[in-house]
């Protein structure tokens, strides 16, 4: 069984099709893919059995070292970017240009009057990423140190829910820079 889990309103079966069809054809084996609902069912999956190859995100993979629950799988392979390509995806901390908050150094003082809106979960960029983030600035609990949290399900829906004025403070993944 080829897996990964559902981003959003994604199954993703469609972009590992490609690479089961890959595998049934060099190795004569039928190849099943599947898409687990969340990164956290998909890590329950992985713990008992069910998945033979797991395209796992890097938060993911953290929270399966860090299960106590064993596994038999090993990393083996991560994909490789070009030597000389430009690393241009990031993690943006975001609020709207009329935000009262003008720098990073200003979430900490405004927190418990803001709202926070982290894309999911299972993200790195948009949950794992900020966390660690807003640990620097003294910010260990989110859920208790901001007025309200909540996740916008992906990148897009948590951007347009800050320029709405659903939160103040977002975290997304970005592929440019954006400043405060």
């Known amino acids: ?74 990393p083996f392979a991560v994909l490789k970017v070009k030597d000389g390509a430009e690393d241009n995806y990031k993690t943006a901390i975001i609020t709207t240009h009329d935000s009262r908050i003008k720098s990073f150094s200003e979430v900490k003082k405004t927190a418990r009057e803001s709202g926070l809106i982290l894309v999911s979960p299972g993200s790195t960029s948009g949950n794992l990423v900020p966390r660690l983030a807003l640990s620097s600035a003294n910010i260990r609990n989110p859920e208790k140190e901001f007025g309200s949290l909540q996740y916008g399900r992906t990148h ?25």
Do not use: C, W
Not at 20 to 32: M, P, S, V
Not at 157 to 179: H, P, R
């Open 1 to 74: 069984m080829l897996a990964t889990y559902q981003y959003a309103d994604n199954n993703r079966i469609a972009n590992i099709q490609p690479l089961a069809e890959y595998l049934n054809q060099k190795t004569g084996i039928h190849i099943e893919v599947k898409s687990y609902p969340s990164v956290h069912v998909f890590i329950e999956g992985i713990q008992q059995k069910e998945v033979d190859i797991a395209l796992i995100n890097t938060f993911g993979y953290f929270l399966l070292e860090a299960s106590s629950k064993k596994y038999f799988m090993k």
């Open 156 to 180: 897009k829906a948590t951007l347009d829910s800050v320029l709405l004025g659903k939160a103040e403070v977002g975290a997304i993944g970005a592929q440019n820079t954006l400043t405060l």
